[in-house]
């Protein structure tokens, strides 16, 4: 037997050894279940399957990328060329280039991200002359989305009276109007968004007998990795391709099911065994992740979930720490507590910042952990927010890009017919729109056709209109014999928006240039990495393909060494030694709105059990007592899910007898935000003042039952005195004495930091702050 089988123990040994047929893995978190599926994928060429008859479905590119290398490793990287591996959406938006045009599309159609998806919403909205407020362009967008996930066409919705009552309801009895021309507009613009890549995959394959025989014929074997987060539109896309040779594994944990809201479906998992005869079952037990305690501790609290398959998790691992719970006043002050303590590590254990990650429940709360690591000069990467591909300037110039290949591309076009302004106005625009309504042709073509065309436009725009045109198709001539970043460059420079950037002259306008920079230096490499792989030429096409399906997961190159910021959800199949999970409290992580049902709050402790799951040596968790949300500072409580963890396998990190205070002094001296003579003189307390001290479960039930409240008025309420500055002395009406030590900020975002006689330093915003000047 080949050598590589024996790094696996015999529990995953047999489902790498199974022979034809399905299968399917369950198993918890860390259990080796993404090694099943590659070792497998490895045995069975090693057996002498072709890797061209191999189709391996990943959650993220770079889990398909990394499992590639994996592969090539032990089987040569020859062998394991012809492997289609990869995201549902980049595995169908492939095989949609090849036969897509059986449904009307071009091989080149444009990929639409959510923001085009959303634009174009928005002024479908606006066009059929509708209230914005009632049909809000982002609930749409999802409510499409979601009828394109469960395969309800513009069709089966208008012959589904529950659907079209529901919308009444909701007051909202047009959406099935906006919905059918959404569609209409996204297949004249040659467009696909990221749903159609499943749902026109699932129509090609139903409609074509021989294009589903073609592929099934090729794909013999199917992997599956997450499966519990497949929603029904890749189901069918799987069960249709697996139908004839039925050599289908799975792999899977129930228990880190948390897509539910994006319509993943765990009955997939569940049903698995009715949908396929003679199923091999396999289960793994052992985690090789994670020390004793992070195993124990998720187990226990798992274990509250009532849905859910019975399952052990056990480990050899050492024991380990325990799990670190720690409290702070704020969320600055939480920032700063994480900072140090990835600073500390790394200083004491020589640990890299790529070991350390940091996992909240949504995007926003970065900012405060950012600014501390900043403060620390700690790098790191944020993922999942505005990623690089969506910055303005860089959408601006891809739009050019996507125009070159696919002139019909409407949002494309929109973006960048007065970008950089060259005299084409909104109304020029609303013309052109209405005339390829009519037309049922593309604004592009309007364009081309504008002499023609009576619209009421004067011969000096039209002759602008015609300049944009030609440009464009210039850039097509040139396309056909430069690599993708001579003609990126060339774009850059000839459509002026560089020289944009570059007039404007403020440190904005520098960044974005150095930004367009950056995505220059980007297709470069992309060009140069491409010549080298077979298949592929390093065109244009191709690089904005990449593009349009990167998740910034997948820009991870590890080139520098940086702390990782996610949220949870992002996180799924990952793993560091060291993972904070900040932003423990009720509302926010239970999320407030997913508290309703017991399903909702279930799915909520999957997600905790995800992010606990993914540290192996270490794990904290932080909250606050005041949070601002919604520019507001409220009352935080701390989660429900603290108490839930089996006590055995945490530690308050707080200290109860007064360490506290001294605590926050030593974080301020750190930072050097407060003149270290005057911490001197302050007296050390005893005893922990009862507003900061470490509630004990008790006091934790009984503060959750306490809802949370605005702790500051609505509106500016305050009495500052405009000559408020360092060193002035305060009074606040709930935190008392204190002293200015720095302010920051203007206007509305004007900033006090304030050391409090009582020992804490908090950041308020003046615009809320209750103080007064002494
Ligand atoms: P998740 O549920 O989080 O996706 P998983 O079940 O897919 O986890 P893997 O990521 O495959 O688990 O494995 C977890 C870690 O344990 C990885 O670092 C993997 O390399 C390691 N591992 C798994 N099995 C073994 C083994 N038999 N020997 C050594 N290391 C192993
Ligand atoms: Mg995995």
Not at 648 to 667: A, C, F, H, M
């Amino acid at each position: 037997m080949s050598s590589f089988i024996d790094e696996l123990n015999d529990a995953q040994k047999a489902p790498v050894l199974h022979k034809d047929g399905p299968l399917m893995v369950i198993a918890g978190a860390g259990s080796g279940k993404t090694r099943v599926l590659t070792y497998r994928i490895a045995y069975l060429m090693a057996q002498g399957v072709d890797s061209f008859n191999i189709l391996a479905l990943t959650f993220t590119n770079k889990a398909a990328r990394e499992m590639k290398e994996r592969i090539a490793h032990i089987v040569g990287a020859s062998e394991a060329k012809n492997l289609w591996m990869g995201t549902f959406h980049s595995v169908f938006a492939k095989l949609l280039r090849i036969d897509g045009d059986k449904l009307g599309y071009p091989a080149n159609f444009t990929i639409y991200d959510t923001q085009d998806s959303q634009r174009l919403i928005a002024s479908i909205i606006k066009e059929m002359g509708l209230d914005k407020d009632i049909y809000k362009y982002k609930q749409i967008q999802n409510r499409i989305s979601s009828f394109k996930n469960s395969l309800i066409t513009v069709k089966a919705y208008r012959n589904d009276p529950d659907l079209v009552e529901q919308d009444a309801m909701a007051k909202k009895p047009r959406t099935g109007d906006i919905y059918e021309n959404y569609v209409d507009r996204c297949f004249k613009a040659g467009a696909m968004d990221f749903d159609d890549l499943l749902l026109r995959t699932n129509e090609l394959l139903t409609r074509y007998p021989d294009v589903l025989m073609k592929y099934q014929n090729r794909f013999r074997y199917i992997l599956v990795d997450e499966y519990q987060d497949t929603n029904h539109s890749q189901y069918l896309i799987v069960k249709a391709l697996a139908d004839r040779f039925q050599n289908i594994c799975v792999v899977g944990d129930d228990a880190q099911s948390i897509y539910s809201f994006r319509g993943a479906n765990i009955s997939n998992i569940l049903n698995f065994q009715k949908d396929y005869d003679n199923v091999g079952m396999y289960r793994l037990e052992q985690n090789y992740r994670s020390t004793r305690n992070i195993v124990n501790a998720a187990n226990s609290i798992i274990g509250k979930n009532q849905n859910q398959i019975e399952k052990v998790v056990w480990t050899d691992n050492d024991d380990g720490s325990s799990i670190k719970i720690h409290r702070s006043t704020t969320d600055a002050e939480e920032g700063r507590f994480v900072a140090n303590s990835i600073w500390e590590h790394r200083m004491q254990q020589q640990m890299t910042n790529g070991q350390f990650c940091v996992l909240y429940r949504t995007n926003s709360q970065s900012r405060a952990i950012e600014d501390a690591l900043r403060k620390r000069d700690i790098p790191y990467r944020i993922y999942g927010g505005l990623s690089f591909y969506q910055r303005k300037e860089i959408k601006d110039v891809l739009s050019y890009l996507r125009l070159v290949i696919n002139p019909k591309d409407e949002e494309a076009l929109k973006r960048v017919i007065n970008f950089p302004a060259r005299g084409i106005g909104g109304t020029t625009l609303d013309k052109l729109v209405v005339a390829a309504n009519h037309y049922n042709r593309s604004i592009f073509e309007v364009m081309e056709n504008i002499d023609r065309i009576d619209l009421k436009i004067n011969s000096g725009t039209k002759r602008k209109l015609q300049d944009f045109v030609t440009m464009i198709k210039s850039f097509q001539v040139m396309n056909e014999t430069t690599d993708a970043f001579a003609l990126s460059e060339h774009v850059a420079k000839k459509t002026g928006i560089l020289l944009e950037f570059k007039k404007d002259g403020t440190p904005e306008g520098i960044g974005k240039m150095e930004n367009i920079e950056e995505l220059l230096n980007g297709i470069k490499d992309f060009v140069e990495g491409q010549q080298e792989i077979d298949e592929a030429t390093g065109s244009i096409s191709e690089f904005l393909e990449d593009v349009a399906l990167a998740t910034d997961l997948d820009n991870d190159t590890g080139d520098d060494d940086r702390v990782a910021l996610m949220t949870i959800h992002l996180a799924k199949g990952l793993e560091f030694p060291y993972v904070y999970i900040v932003g423990m409290e009720e509302d926010l992580f239970p999320s407030g709105m997913s508290m309703n049902t017991r399903s909702e709050l279930e799915e909520e402790r999957r997600l905790f059990y995800v992010a606990l799951t993914r540290a192996e040596k270490q794990a904290y968790l932080t909250y606050t007592q005041n949070r601002y949300r919604w520019g507001k500072l409220i009352d935080a409580e701390p989660s429900r899910f603290l108490e839930e963890i089996d006590e055995k396998y945490v530690e308050n990190l707080t200290p109860v007898d007064g360490g506290y205070r001294y605590k926050s002094l030593i974080n301020a001296d750190i930072f050097g935000e407060v003149d270290k003579s005057k911490l001197r003189q302050q007296k050390p307390v005893r005893g922990t003042p009862p507003s900061i001290s470490q509630p004990n479960s008790g006091q934790l039930k009984k503060l959750r039952k306490i809802k949370p409240q605005l702790s500051e008025p609505v509106g500016n309420t305050n009495k500052i005195d405009p000559n408020l500055q360092e060193g002035s002395l305060i009074n606040h009406t709930r935190f008392g004495r204190g002293k200015v030590v720095k302010i920051e900020g203007a206007g509305n975002d004007r900033k006090a930091e304030i050391m409090f006689d009582k020992g804490d330093i908090k950041k308020l915003l003046l615009r809320f702050a209750k103080l007064e000047v002494i």
